[in-house]
């Protein structure tokens, strides 16, 4: 049972335009969210967080939206470029739990020039 | 600083051998998390050691398993290897404050099964 699903497994978008990558979840226990970027040949990064008292966090061109209604989460780029062409995992963990993070499958995105 | 480092990079043996993977986490770090990445899939939780204890592991059989030293390094022991267990084996480590799951990876070990 896939608890964090990413549906895309890819994207592809335009050098300067928005990149948005979705994220369901199913455990309602989830209550902090992650999103990693992940080069070829290298090991995952974290990127940005969201916890779910919030319902928008902001770092710079990265923007993570949570709708805990829907169990949905929603990473932004803006604008995008080449250098965030990567896989993009989203993550989820219960804090006070064991740290142990469920992943999904990841999306590709590519950034065209 | 030096991240988290990995050994070896790549892993070749075939099926029924055993594999050892290595991991050194960041200076100060006591968690260690291993993760398997198979082709098509997400990363799978394997195991969390801290502190020199197996806190918790996933849904994996017993032939996989591990330790960590006292110097907070990881060994990751695969047995009785199968053709499925070729994958991508990463490496993350955590330190004792950091409780909301940010962990920080190596590179991974590439294991393949013939």
């Known amino acids: 049972d896939q608890q964090v699903k990413q549906n895309s497994p890819s994207l592809s978008v335009q050098e300067g335009r928005i990149s948005i990558l979705n994220c369901d979840y199913t455990?309602?226990?989830?209550?902090?969210f992650l999103w990693y970027k992940k080069y070829p040949a290298e090991g995952p990064t974290f990127l940005i967080s969201?916890?779910?008292?919030?319902d928008k966090n902001e770092d710079g061109r990265f923007t993570v939206f949570l709708n805990k209604s829907a169990k949905h989460l929603s990473l932004h780029i803006v604008p995008s470029q080449p250098g965030d062409s990567a896989v993009y995992f989203c993550?989820?963990?219960?804090?006070?739990?064991?740290?142990?993070?469920?992943f999904g499958k990841g999306t590709k995105l590519t950034v065209n020039p | 600083e030096a991240g988290v480092t990995q050994s070896p990079t790549h892993l070749i043996k075939t099926r029924g051998q055993q594999a050892t993977l290595r991991c050194s986490p960041i200076?100060?770090?006591?968690?260690v998390y291993w993760y398997q990445q198979a082709l098509g899939l997400g990363l799978q939780f394997l195991l969390w050691?801290?502190?020199?204890?197996?806190?918790n592991r996933g849904n994996f059989p017993p032939r996989f398993s591990g330790r960590q030293f006292p110097n907070y390094s990881s060994e990751l022991n695969v047995n009785a290897l199968e053709l499925e267990d070729s994958a991508l084996y990463l490496c993350?480590?955590?330190?004792?404050?950091?409780?909301?799951?940010?962990?920080?990876f190596g590179e991974g070990s590439r294991l393949t099964v013939l």
């Open positions: 993350a480590s955590t330190g004792r404050w950091q409780g909301t799951g940010e962990l920080f």
């Open positions: 455990n309602s226990m989830f209550d902090y």
């Open positions: 969201i916890s779910s008292i919030k």
């Open positions: 993550a989820a963990n219960t804090q006070g739990g064991s740290e142990k993070l469920v």
């Open positions: 200076s100060g770090h006591t968690s």
């Open positions: 050691y801290d502190e020199g204890e197996e806190r």
